[in-house]
């Protein structure tokens, strides 16, 4: 069984910045980081920052320039340090990791931390 749990989350105003973690921890014989979500109030989930091949990121439009996702394979863990905060960017952050990048792998999510940015 795999635990994953984010944290960093808080209250912020526009313009400031905060830096998520995401640490999974279990019995697996490898777990691999895959990238950062988020659930606006109301809204769908939409997938913020990920690792790609060849050990690469991608981001949505909206937030490039001001996030950056990273990670630490010895740790089991992964990053998402926000800059240049808006208020729509307020929303549930949840990170996601994947057992095996082939079909057979079993993906991981945590509980997700909330971001708010006040205006």
């Known amino acids: 069984q795999v635990q994953v749990v984010e944290s960093g989350g808080g209250l912020v105003q526009a313009g400031g910045s905060l830096r998520l973690s995401c640490v999974a921890s279990?019995?697996?014989?490898?777990?691999?980081?895959m990238g950062w979500y988020r659930q606006p109030p109301g809204k769908h989930s939409e997938l913020v920052a990920s690792f790609t091949a060849g050990g690469r990121t991608n981001y949505v439009e909206a937030v490039k320039g001001r996030f950056t996702i990273s990670r630490d394979g010895a740790k089991n863990t992964q990053y998402l340090q926000m800059t240049s905060l808006k208020p729509e960017d307020t929303a549930v952050y949840y990170c996601h990791f994947r057992t095996s990048l082939s079909a057979e792998g079993i993906d991981y999510w945590g509980k997700g931390t909330l971001v708010t940015v006040s205006s």
């Open positions: 279990g019995t697996v014989l490898s777990i691999i980081p």
